[in-house]
């Protein structure tokens, strides 16, 4: 879906689409526990400076409070999972990764979403997603970002990356060129652009992502936005 171009006659009608795709996720019972703890937690797995983390925090909490939701970000000082053990021929294994952390939630019985911060390569069923992206499971509420350590990232570049990617956690499964909507400016540039060029989320893609959430409320009779 984020490669090919969906149109849509008018702001209602794209408002509507966003409310209703919740329901496939709520079918899933690790989605339904993870947005219930509302919890965020970011395990730092990487060889990046502080202060490179500190900037991917900051994308996060800037997407949590530009949807306006009740989710809490923790980021732990140590190392929490072995991920060697997901680890072959130097590539992170997306699969390896679930399974490793189903089993911890399983073990903790907990749920919380979990973004990780690695700096290996990440292996897919479809591809190998080198540094600088990122694999997200929406449904799992897992989001692997690599960063090359040896990369001088511009603090913008990893704000505006994590940001990106958050909102790709956080239920907008396009990107902000997959869609064309009357009504909507498209030429504005917008973070859920494919390459995240900007700091900024549209009107269109902002109104999707709350759209998405209030459908989550309606059906779970939930609070998830801040008034």
């Known amino acids: 879906m984020r490669t090919q171009l969906t149109e849509f006659k008018s702001m209602k009608e794209w408002k509507n689409y966003c409310f209703s795709t919740h329901r496939k996720y709520l079918n899933n019972v690790y989605f339904t526990k993870w947005i219930k703890e509302k919890i965020i937690y970011i395990f730092n797995h990487s060889n990046l400076r502080n202060e ?81 992206e ?5 449904s799992e509420g897992i989001t692997i970002f690599t960063f090359d350590p040896f990369n001088k990232y511009s603090l913008k570049f990893l704000r505006d990356r994590a940001m990106h990617e958050t909102f790709h956690l956080l239920g907008l499964n396009v990107h902000h060129e997959g869609t064309k909507i009357q009504g909507y400016q498209q030429s504005v540039s917008c973070n859920m652009e494919n390459n995240a060029p900007s700091g900024y989320l549209c009107r269109k893609c902002k109104d999707g992502l709350q ?10 009779k939930k609070q998830f936005i801040k008034n």
């Open 134 to 138: 990122a694999l997200t499971y929406v």
């Open 52 to 132: 490179n983390i500190k900037q991917v925090k900051r994308g996060i909490e800037k997407a949590i409070a530009l949807i306006g939701l009740h989710f809490k970000l923790k980021c732990p000082n140590y190392k929490f999972y072995n991920l060697s053990l997901t680890v072959e021929n130097g590539n992170i294994i997306g699969d390896k990764m679930l399974k490793m952390v189903a089993s911890t939630r399983k073990r903790n019985n907990n749920c919380y979403a979990s973004i990780f911060v690695v700096d290996k390569p990440i292996k897919s069923p479809d591809a190998v997603l080198n540094y600088g």
């Open 211 to 220: 759209s998405f959430w209030k459908g989550i409320e309606y059906a779970t």
